[in-house]
């Protein structure tokens, strides 16, 4: 009867499930080097944590304005999280379709950028931002950390 613990040297019970294909023997090679991005630097894929902390002031920022919104405009302060996700939706669209970037992104220095290297613009920018929205398709990463909504709409995040 087997006590659950991997004999020394032999397979784990998770196999590569849990610590990836790379610990299978597996190269993938570096985030953004299968689109033709350098590894490092200007224009390198952007990592999971700045991206994070973007979104987060993105969101922290989204929350003041809904706040002050309602406050003037005597809207129901029980709808807060709704308000501030249709900032948070706006400001993510526009700033993304006419800056490539939003405020949080810009202070974490990383900006949006189409693979084919020519500006997000309106309607690829509402793509990505409705399916950001949604949350699940930003969720799921492929191995050059693009999100569903990244992929839907032909752009990476990328380091300024």
């Known amino acids: 009867m087997s006590s659950g613990k991997a004999k020394a040297g032999g397979p784990r019970w998770t196999q590569t499930w849990l610590t990836g294909a790379r ?7 570096d985030p953004g080097e299968r689109l033709g991005l350098p590894a490092s630097g200007s224009g390198a894929v952007a990592s999971y944590g700045r991206r994070l902390v973007g979104l987060f002031v993105d969101w922290g920022l989204s929350l003041l304005v809904a706040s002050l919104l309602a406050r003037s405009l005597g809207w129901d302060p029980s709808q807060r999280s709704m308000w501030t996700l249709v900032v948070f939706a706006i400001q993510a669209w526009l700033l993304t379709a006419l800056l490539g970037t939003t405020i ?3 202070l974490c220095g990383i900006h949006v950028a189409r693979l084919d290297g020519k500006p997000v613009g309106l ?9 950001l929205v949604l949350v699940v398709p930003a969720l799921i990463w492929d191995r050059d950390y693009r999100g569903l909504h990244d992929r839907a709409a032909n752009t990476v995040v990328v380091n300024i």
């Open 23 to 29: 610990s299978a023997g597996a190269d993938l090679g």
């Open 104 to 106: 949080g992104k810009r």
């Open 123 to 131: 309607g690829w920018s509402l793509v990505r931002t409705l399916l």
